[in-house]
Structure formats: structure tokens, C-alpha cells
């Protein structure tokens, strides 16, 4: 009895077929051996020379160099972060649009956001977290609280009264405040404004008494010895401020509060796509030298695999869902 290749191909042509189909086995290994093969494009959610803005620009360097392809840092500032993902969730799911995203713009502003045109989880793909960092609470140098228990005695006599700054409402020096006023059981105003530079000059000229901000810019004002540093909000004490206590250790057992940075593309990418962009990048992130630059940013190099970013992301919306209801932060 014939075999069912027989009865439908003659035999003189079984080879033929064979080749051809090895052909384009060999022809799909060639293609994703050559991929990329056009310019790329990480999108920022935010103005030039923040944080999100600098470890772009280090990484578009180095990818350039280790992909051979052009990278542009294309800034698209604007509600928290929500345009850049936008632009990238709706773009061409072929890896070719990036987005370096932050704990703001990728887990507290779609849930602050009313409305949203796409999926954070479904239309944003997760491909590395690429770094982490704490941020530092400063008080004026001439108030008398010189620790972390002093100024959560002060909010419980007088409820009210003890104020705090952050680069904006629904901002992670935000949250990290109300954070801490949460768990540390005491009732503390929140004053937001448009940046954190803004915030730091007003804590340090007096017209507010403390302020949540990032570590390079809080070590700096501190410098001036126009305010204290009273602890950082990470789980562990930073290197570059180690005499410092964490919050935890300083009377609000538990708290820990991170900032994070990742690298995202287009929702739908091939994941060998999404795969061989987290190899890259987690070569470049592992070099000294790239290592030191991230450092003198102020934040700790960090990466992990797609998957493991992707879990990570699902575990921030989900909790910071809880938090922000919790804490009853709204955009109004």
C-alpha cells in the first residue's frame, strides 16, 4: 500500500521537496541571524536630563554599538508618563520601538488615569528591568528633628501640621510620602509640585519642612547644609549614603519603598524579538564601565529575563492598585 506522501507527491519529487523545505529553514535562520535591520527608536516619558531621559541615552549608545543600528531617544513628556506608552503600545509590534519606562509611568499612572486607549499589561511588553534606586527624606536644617522618630512625634502632637513635598500628585516621591505617613500611623500634607528641583529649593529656603527626593539631588542639598538627611526609603542602607538608616530601621518597621527602570516594546513582539534585546541589554548593564555610569546616576544596575520583568510588572499594578485606594490618592 502506498504511504500517504506517496499517494499525493510522486517519488521522483520527494528530494526536490525536501530541499525546499530545508531552503527555507535555512532562509528563516539567515532572517533572524540579520534582524535588526533598521533604526530604533526609545521613547522617554519625560523631559531631557531626568533620570528615565540619561539611562536612555547611555543604553541607546551602547545598543547602537552592539546592534549596529541607529537609536534615537525620542522624549514625549506628558501625563506621568501615559503619552510615551501610548506612542509605544500603539506602534509596530516588530521591536523596533522602545520605551524605557519607571515605576510613575508604567504602574502609577494607568491606575491614577481615568481612561486609557490601551492595555498596560497586554499592549506594553516587558523586556528587562535595567535599574533601581531609593529615594532620601530630608527635612530643613533648622528644625530640630534629627530623626525619623522626631518628626513621627511631632505629626502625632500636632496632627496636621508637618508637610512634605514630591515632584507631583501620583509622583513615586509622592507615593513614597504617603507611604510613610500610612504606616507610620500619623497625618502629614502633602504639597506637590512640578519637579523635585522645585520641592528641594522650598525645603531647604524653610517653605516647607520635609521633602521625599531622589539620592544624587537630596546628597547635594545636603551639601549646602540647608538640610538633613534623616533615612533612605530602600530596603537596604545605599552605598553612597551608608552612615544613613532606612525608614524601617529608623521606626516605620516594614516600609521600604523603590524606584525602578525597565525597557519595554510594542505588545505582540515575537519573543525571540523581546529575547535577544534582553540579552543585549543585560551584556551592556553588565559591563564596569556602563556599571559606573548608571552608578554616578545615583541608581544600581539591575536586570532580569522577560518573564521575570513581566511578573514583576503584574505584582506593581496589583499592589499599587491596593496602595493608592488604600491611601486614596486620585489625579483631582
Do not use: C
Given at each position: 500500500m502506498p504511504s500517504p506522501a506517496s499517494s499525493r507527491f510522486p517519488r521522483r519529487l520527494l528530494p526536490a521537496l525536501a530541499c525546499a523545505v530545508l531552503a527555507l529553514a535555512a532562509g528563516a535562520a539567515r532572517s533572524a541571524e540579520a534582524w535588526p535591520t533598521q533604526p530604533f527608536r526609545i521613547i522617554v516619558g519625560f523631559a531631557p536630563g531626568g533620570a528615565n531621559d540619561l539611562l536612555a541615552r547611555i543604553l541607546a549608545r551602547e545598543l547602537q554599538q552592539s546592534l549596529g543600528q541607529p537609536f534615537v531617544v525620542d522624549n514625549r513628556a506628558g501625563a506621568g508618563g501615559l503619552i510615551a506608552d501610548e506612542v509605544v503600545?500603539?506602534?509596530?509590534?516588530?521591536?523596533?520601538?522602545?520605551?524605557?519606562?519607571?515605576?510613575?509611568?508604567?504602574?502609577?499612572?494607568?491606575?491614577?488615569?481615568?481612561?486609557?486607549?490601551?492595555?498596560?499589561?497586554?499592549?506594553?511588553?516587558?523586556?528587562?528591568?535595567?535599574?533601581?534606586?531609593?529615594?532620601?527624606?530630608?527635612?530643613?536644617?533648622?528644625?530640630?528633628?534629627?530623626?525619623?522618630?522626631?518628626?513621627?512625634?511631632?505629626?502625632?502632637?500636632?496632627?496636621?501640621?508637618?508637610?512634605?513635598?514630591?515632584?507631583?500628585?501620583?509622583?513615586?516621591?509622592?507615593?513614597?510620602?504617603?507611604?510613610?505617613?500610612?504606616?507610620?500611623?500619623?497625618?502629614?500634607?502633602h504639597i506637590p509640585y512640578k519637579g523635585n528641583s522645585q520641592a528641594l529649593t522650598d525645603v531647604a529656603a524653610g517653605q516647607i519642612q520635609t521633602v521625599f527626593s531622589g539620592i544624587p539631588p537630596a546628597i547635594a542639598s545636603q551639601r549646602t547644609g540647608a538640610t538633613?538627611?534623616?533615612?533612605?526609603?530602600?530596603?537596604?542602607?545605599?552605598?553612597?549614603?551608608?552612615?544613613?538608616?532606612?525608614?524601617?530601621?529608623?521606626?516605620?518597621?516594614?516600609?521600604?519603598?523603590?524606584?525602578?527602570?525597565?525597557?519595554?516594546?510594542?505588545?505582540?513582539?515575537?519573543?525571540?524579538?523581546?529575547?535577544?534585546i534582553a540579552r543585549e541589554v543585560q551584556a551592556i548593564i553588565a559591563r564596569p564601565d556602563v556599571a559606573a555610569q548608571f552608578t554616578a546616576q545615583g541608581v544600581e544596575p539591575a536586570t532580569n529575563s522577560p518573564q521575570v520583568f513581566s511578573s514583576f510588572i503584574d505584582h506593581e499594578l496589583t499592589r499599587w492598585s491596593r496602595e493608592i485606594k488604600a491611601m486614596n490618592i486620585t489625579l483631582d
Open positions: 503600545a500603539k506602534a509596530k509590534p516588530d521591536g523596533y520601538t522602545l520605551l524605557l519606562g519607571s515605576v510613575g509611568g508604567n504602574t502609577v499612572a494607568p491606575i491614577l488615569a481615568k481612561k486609557l486607549s490601551f492595555d498596560p499589561r497586554k499592549d506594553l511588553a516587558p523586556v528587562t528591568l535595567v535599574a533601581e534606586s531609593g529615594n532620601a527624606l530630608l527635612v530643613n536644617a533648622k528644625l530640630p528633628y534629627r530623626s525619623v522618630k522626631e518628626v513621627i512625634a511631632a505629626a502625632k502632637k500636632d496632627p496636621g501640621t508637618i508637610n512634605y513635598g514630591s515632584s507631583g500628585t501620583g509622583s513615586s516621591l509622592h507615593l513614597a510620602g504617603a507611604l510613610f505617613a500610612r504606616q507610620a500611623g500619623v497625618e502629614m500634607v538633613r538627611i534623616l533615612a533612605v526609603t530602600t530596603q537596604k542602607r545605599v552605598k553612597s549614603l551608608p552612615d544613613v538608616p532606612t525608614i524601617a530601621e529608623a521606626g516605620v518597621p516594614g516600609y521600604e519603598f523603590s524606584s525602578w527602570y525597565g525597557l519595554f516594546t510594542t505588545g505582540g513582539t515575537p519573543p525571540a524579538v523581546v529575547e535577544r
